[in-house]
């Protein structure tokens, strides 16, 4: 093949990957609109489209009648019959998860689990991801599996090199389950994928910058974008929140002496003071403000969270702060009291634009965020 048209050809898998990632994260949108977002010109959109809809990754229906004028443009929208799963491994269960392109979960399943260990990780998605191919996505294409893991993440191979809760040190989960799946396999953080997930789908899409903190069961990871682009650090570790210091405003609302983060601000710890034995996040939510117990501890971890975001706000100047999990189960007590309590804790001038949300994709924003990592070899080259 000549220099040439291996050029030409490079360019023409760039703008299908460009033309299938914008339907993707930013929804159906006629081929106008492609047109007017990606520069290039209609009859080039065109046969992009054709490509796309002929690999079985997009299709295409007729706008809405009732909003036409002058020539209509067809509508182009991912399928729904190309999904990845998305996994999310806990110390109380398994979560799994089919995606479509789209970034709507398809199906899920929460497996209780205690303090799982990789092979009982696999044999469980394997399971599932089984009964789903023969059944409710016999008809489906399935492109690669995502593994949203709390603890640090090699960047460069997905290895875990941690994961305090779950008990694991420099685990292999991708190779052994890719095996069992017979699927490409990607591993990250699970706080890093929540960032994404709610950065491309969620309360942060209109949002360059952002801070994310996701509250679970294993305690609390984070997510940073700057300017669009999300922040992994030199080895893919940035993002634990959860191990920083404290932000004590009051010495009595010390737990733990000398404690991080998560030992203060602490799922387990409301779970108790509710009189919970495993609840998942919707239960706990309904229960913080159920009990006198409940008030109290709620309002104790709000002040250290408000506190330990007020610095966050200082150091980063983010446009938005998205809690998730039970970190914004607690902000949803008392949403607006919550916020003013963080900008005040926060210099002016860097709060004067802030705004903060609970996670817009609730209990589905680990496994969106790990399904769309896995989706990027697809929307990368979608006919590769």
Known sequence: MSERATTVEGVRRTNLGEVLRLVHHGGPRSRAVITAETGLNRSTVSDLV??????GLVREHDPDPTRRVGRPSPIVAPSPDVVAIGVNPEIDAIEIGAVSLGGAVRLRERVPASTPDVAEVVEVVARVVAAWRADALKDCRIVGAGVAVPGLVRAEDGLVRFAPHLDWHDADIAGPLAEALGLAVV????????ARAERLFGAAREHGDVVYLNGGASGIGGGLVLHGQLIGGEGGYAGGWGQTAASLT????????GGVLEDEVNRARLVRAAGLTAPDDAELERALTASDDARVEA???RRILAATLGNAVNVLNPSI????????SLREIDREGFDDEVRARALAASAERLELASAALGADRLLIGAADAALQRLLSDPLG
């Open 250 to 257: 009051d010495a009595a609302d010390r737990r733990v002496d």
């Open 299 to 301: 309002a104790r971890q």
């Open 187 to 194: 591993v990250g953080n699970d706080a890093s994928y929540g």
């Open 321 to 328: 702060i998205v809690l998730g999990g039970f970190l914004g």
């Open 50 to 55: 054709a490509r796309l809809a002929a690999a």
